[in-house]
């Protein structure tokens, strides 16, 4: 069984701050690593993913993550935030073996402060 | 692209009562997955159609829950005899691709409340 953890349940930054939102998982199989984003009243939209091959992956709105094997670990940063990056923000993985569901993290509430 | 729909966007209903919801996936998507968000929670899945085959529902959470695709198309989750606990958003998502790999759009979601 998967299961995601996001330690950090908000996080506050300022403006044009850089921001980093932890993500750790546990998997007794390979894994495929997700986040995605729910703005207020929106649905959830994929930022990006890690299938295989380079660790770090860039996405949309200017977020990246890095895929940590040893330390099962997959951190979004983003170097400069803007208020519109006020949101939840969600871990996912799903494993390998066929299965299709995501296991979710329980989010991160990033707040972006002018 | 018209994206995931759902309808109705909000339900409130009384404890015993049965609901149910739609999920329109986006055409071209031959998986379908709903999933349960309670607060401060992320979403929860339970179940997942390929085709019109269920291929996965185990995770329903009671046998109060179920969930079709006659059509391939699109899809109702019902709940029979709602409680309380049931009070939540039901998130669909869809998808086409390689499994596992693929990414699920997901609809806005139904909240529910049960009074």
């Known amino acids: 069984a998967q299961s995601v953890t996001q330690l950090d349940s908000q996080v506050p930054v300022f403006e044009e701050a850089p921001v980093e939102l932890r993500c750790n998982y546990s998997s007794s199989v390979s894994v495929y690593l997700f986040w995605y984003v729910q703005y207020p009243n929106q649905g959830l939209q994929l930022l990006l993913k890690?299938?295989?091959?380079?660790?770090l992956v860039k996405g949309i709105n200017g977020f990246e993550a890095e895929f940590n094997k040893s330390q099962t670990s997959f951190h979004l940063r983003k170097p400069s935030v803007h208020i519109s990056d006020t949101a939840e923000y969600f871990c996912?993985?799903?494993?390998?073996?066929?299965?299709?569901?995501?296991?979710f993290g329980t989010g991160t509430r990033l707040t972006v402060i002018p | 692209d018209t994206g995931v729909s759902q309808d109705p966007r909000h339900k409130i209903t009384k404890r015993g009562q049965n609901v149910t919801f739609r999920c329109d996936p986006i055409s071209e998507h031959n998986r379908l997955y709903w999933y349960r968000q309670t607060l401060g929670q992320g979403p929860e899945f339970l179940t997942y159609f390929q085709n019109e085959a269920q291929l996965e529902k185990s995770r329903l959470l009671s046998d109060r829950f179920s969930a079709e695709r006659p059509k391939g198309s699109f899809s109702t989750l019902e709940i029979q005899r709602t409680e309380q606990g049931d009070s939540a958003m039901y998130l669909c998502?869809?998808?086409?691709?390689?499994?596992?790999?693929?990414?699920?759009?997901f609809g806005p979601g139904t909240r529910l409340l049960v009074l």
């Open positions: 890690y299938l295989s091959g380079s660790t």
């Open positions: 998502a869809s998808s086409s691709g390689l499994a596992g790999e693929e990414t699920q759009y």
């Open positions: 996912a993985v799903s494993d390998q073996t066929g299965a299709n569901n995501l296991f």
